[in-house]
């Protein structure tokens, strides 16, 4: 498959460690917020979302924190295992006066858990 | 269909040539998204289709580009006369129009190379 990103950030983790990924926005409108996991050769997989009215949301091994006031977003992922291995890429999205959802997306940064 | 499929998964054509590229939505998901993934970076919004409303186009890089949708099924996105920068991954994503609809769900892509 094709390699998402050759020349990302990575973040190298040992399997079994805590893992945190982070992202900052700049659209101070942005209201929606979503992290995807992105395998090589793969489309963007959904992990977790937040909305802007919270700071904090709690999924299985994930946890997304929310600051609006310096506009950065992290992922945190527990136990970090083997196959949390790829890119992850946060996104945001507002409201616009189309009515259109389309994400905004971070450049990405690649997770390597080793063994 | 259980998720987002598109078609080809590869293709390879050369400079000055048309392609067309398929995307399958999730059945009953009303908004449709193209988004394109060049090596090493994030996604690039192109084209939104929601329902029977006018698409919108404003992600679209030049009038070699365009797409088609079919009321709320299958969409096509077309590429004239291809240059050598328009390889990339074309991603397509597809979400259901309701509160929760922001939640984008995304097909595997297709990969185009340009000779």
């Known amino acids: 498959g094709e390699s998402v990103g050759l020349h990302l950030p990575t973040l190298s983790v040992q399997e079994g460690d805590n893992s945190i990924i982070n992202c900052a926005y700049s659209n101070s409108a942005s209201d929606y917020f979503i992290w995807y996991k992105q395998e090589s050769g793969k489309g963007p997989q959904f992990i977790i979302d937040i909305r802007s009215n919270m700071d904090k949301r709690q999924g299985q091994r994930v946890t997304v924190l929310l600051n609006k006031t310096v506009k950065h977003l992290s992922l945190q992922i527990a136990a970090t295992q083997p196959g949390d291995s790829a890119v992850y890429f946060c996104?945001?999205?507002?409201?616009?006066?189309?009515?259109?959802?389309?994400?905004?997306f971070g450049s990405g940064t690649r997770l390597q858990v080793q063994p | 269909g259980a998720g987002v499929s598109q078609s080809p998964s590869n293709k390879v054509t050369e400079k000055g040539k048309d392609v067309e590229l398929r995307c399958d939505p999730i059945s009953g998901h009303t908004a449709l998204y193209w988004y394109r993934q060049r090596l090493g970076q994030g996604l690039e919004f192109l084209i939104y289709?929601?329902?029977?409303?006018?698409?919108?186009k404003s992600g679209l890089p030049s009038d070699r580009f365009s797409a088609e949708r079919t009321g709320e099924s299958v969409s096509t996105l077309t590429i004239q006369r291809t240059q050598q920068e328009d390889s990339a991954v074309y991603l397509c994503a597809s979400s259901s129009d309701s509160l929760g609809g922001k939640k984008q769900f995304f097909g595997p892509g297709t990969r185009l190379t340009v000779l």
């Open positions: 996104a945001e999205t507002s409201d616009m006066d189309t009515g259109r959802r389309a994400l905004t």
């Open positions: 289709f929601q329902g029977n409303s006018a698409p919108d």
